[in-house]
């Protein structure tokens, strides 16, 4: 247990320091992002990072995804309009490597938590400056950087684990969504 907590360690280090640079190669990414899932494929909610370039901006989101497990998800295990760190465990942090707008709105270079409220009909998706907590535990909404109202999607297929993407949609433009359960949510992304 001592030498897996010791590998998961360096893997940590390793890929914090990987990402690093500005830009990164789309082969440099793959690697990335398929050594952290390996690493802790024992945990149920297993450390996870999803990444890419919207134009010359580097998006990193490192995040632990729990799986559905048969479990009543949204409203159950989550429970609706309260803060979720939209992952397990540790906050989910997102992190932009220049200036970006989320849905038109400006948020400047920097890594911060991302947490939302999910709601039967609406969510809300919330910047945070305190990136370094545990679950929503320390949450302040005088830190948040930004919110957005966003229109959740029903899927067709259940997602079983709690699953982050980033997308280029066209030169400096993309999206983000996050999909679990039988839900997903995405909202624009767009290099300044």
């Given at each position: 247990?001592?030498?897996?907590?010791?590998?998961?360690?360096?893997?940590t280090?390793?890929?914090f320091f990987?990402?690093?640079?500005?830009?990164k190669?789309?082969?440099?990414?793959?690697?990335?992002?398929?050594?952290?899932p390996?690493?802790?494929?024992?945990?149920?909610?297993?450390a996870?990072?999803?990444?890419?370039?919207?134009?010359?901006?580097?998006?990193?989101?490192?995040?632990?995804?729990?799986?559905?497990r048969?479990?009543t998800v949204?409203?159950?295990l989550v429970?609706?309009?309260?803060v979720?760190?939209t992952g397990?465990?540790?906050?989910?942090?997102i992190?932009?490597?220049?200036?970006v707008?989320?849905?038109?709105?400006?948020v400047?270079?920097?890594?911060?938590?991302?947490?939302?409220?999910?709601?039967?009909?609406?969510?809300t998706?919330?910047?945070n400056?305190?990136f370094?907590q545990?679950l929503?535990?320390d949450?302040?909404?005088?830190?948040?950087?930004l919110?957005?109202t966003?229109?959740?999607?029903?899927?067709?297929?259940v997602?079983?684990?709690?699953?982050?993407?980033?997308?280029e949609?066209?030169?400096h433009?993309?999206v983000i969504?996050?999909?679990?359960?039988?839900?997903?949510i995405?909202?624009?992304?767009?290099?300044?």
């Amino acid at each position: 247990m001592k030498n897996l907590k010791n590998i998961l360690f360096a893997l940590t280090a390793f890929l914090f320091f990987a990402c690093a640079g500005e830009k990164k190669t789309e082969e440099e990414h793959a690697e990335h992002e398929m050594a952290a899932p390996a690493a802790t494929a024992q945990s149920k909610s297993p450390a996870s990072t999803t990444m890419s370039n919207i134009g010359d901006v580097h998006v990193h989101i490192a995040y632990h995804s729990p799986g559905v497990r048969g479990r009543t998800v949204f409203g159950g295990l989550v429970a609706y309009d309260e803060v979720w760190v939209t992952g397990a465990h540790s906050a989910t942090t997102i992190e932009f490597h220049d200036d970006v707008a989320l849905n038109g709105k400006e948020v400047k270079k920097g890594k911060y938590a991302l947490f939302t409220i999910p709601g039967k009909t609406e969510w809300t998706l919330i910047i945070n400056k305190n990136f370094d907590q545990h679950l929503a535990d320390d949450y302040e909404a005088d830190l948040d950087v930004l919110r957005l109202t966003i229109k959740p999607e029903t899927l067709e297929e259940v997602q079983e684990h709690l699953l982050y993407e980033v997308k280029e949609t066209k030169d400096h433009e993309g999206v983000i969504s996050i999909s679990w359960a039988n839900t997903k949510i995405s909202f624009k992304i767009e290099e300044l």
